[in-house]
């Protein structure tokens, strides 16, 4: 059974930290590319940040350019998302997403996600 645990949300001040983790077991982490989505109410989902299986490309959205980095440990089956230089805007329930392609079929694994407030 797939399973992602998400953890490290909270409440933080504008201008502070935050590193979010998400551990997955029940299928083969490493072969997964790895993002992380965020979505504030009335809004879409928004994809800010992904990793490509192997760690050696990540991409990120304008917004958060600079001031997320998503990072990977295979060994701990696990992703990261190191949040600095937080703002209100920032504000949202933030998703890790795996998702890979075995003999032409999309495989894609969400976490329950967690809440991250920035405010004073």
């Known amino acids: 059974q797939v399973q992602l645990v998400e953890s490290g949300g909270g409440l933080v001040q504008p201008g502070g930290s935050l590193r979010l983790s998400c551990a997955a077991s029940?299928?083969?982490?490493?072969?997964?590319?790895w993002s992380w989505y965020r979505q504030s109410p009335g809004k879409e989902r928004e994809l800010i940040a992904s990793?490509?299986?192997?760690?050696?490309?990540?991409n990120y959205a304008d917004s958060v350019k600079g001031r997320f980095t998503i990072s990977r440990d295979n060994a701990k089956n696990t992703v990261y998302l190191e949040m600095n230089s937080l703002k209100p805007d920032d504000t949202a329930v933030y998703y890790c997403?795996?998702?890979?392609?075995?003999?032409?079929?999309?495989?894609?694994?969400w976490g329950q996600g967690t809440q991250v407030t920035v405010s004073s």
């Open positions: 997403n795996g998702r890979k392609t075995s003999s032409s079929i999309v495989y894609e694994y």
């Open positions: 029940g299928f083969t982490f490493s072969s997964a590319a």
């Open positions: 990793i490509t299986s192997t760690g050696g490309s990540s």
